[in-house]
């Protein structure tokens, strides 16, 4: 698996993020049972820099705490059957499966993990699970979703056991 991890701020957190964002993105995939070798790029910014995207792609004029640009559609989240029948879901270059883009802010993980009374590590490994959820098809707009796929953040951040 192909994990790039970039910086547009200086990230000043207390423990090894980038080991983390990886340890993460690995577990997540594992969970999920993704079949294929995949490429994941992490953005990490901060308030200033998601807003811009999010003016940009979203139309909304605020910070949010983390972005998720899918390259992959799924009819059902998690169903990884028909990936190899779109040969574009492919880096040809690699064979990697490009699962696409997680933008994470670093002030909000660290403004939220206070506010939620846990660490800074559990905030940005749960940002990153979700994030990672997004790029297999889940998502949150129903409520019916909302709850699955909750359910398995839940899971997964326990079973990584970075606790509050």
Not at 85 to 96: C, L, S
Not at 98 to 121: C, M, P, T, W, Y
Not at 140 to 147: K, N, P, V
């Amino acid at each position: 698996m192909t994990i790039s991890i970039e910086e547009e701020i200086n990230v000043d957190l207390p423990f090894d993020y980038e080991k983390t964002a990886k340890e993460v993105i690995h577990y997540t995939a594992a969970h999920e049972k993704f079949p294929f070798e995949a490429e994941v790029n992490l953005l990490l910014t901060d308030d200033e820099g998601i807003c811009m995207l999010n003016r940009e792609f979203r139309e909304m004029d605020s910070p949010t705490d983390v972005l998720s640009f899918p390259m992959i559609h799924y009819e059902k989240a998690g169903d990884f059957s028909q990936l190899e029948a779109d040969a574009d879901n492919f880096n040809p270059d690699t064979g990697e499966v490009v699962l696409g883009d997680i933008v994470l802010n670093i002030e909000r993980v660290k403004q939220q993990a206070e506010s939620f009374g846990h660490s800074k590590e559990r905030e940005f490994a749960f940002l990153i699970v979700h994030s990672m959820l997004h790029l297999f098809g889940y998502d949150h707009m129903e409520e019916a979703d909302a709850g699955r796929m909750e359910g398995v953040q839940r899971e997964i951040v326990e079973e990584l056991h970075i606790l509050r």
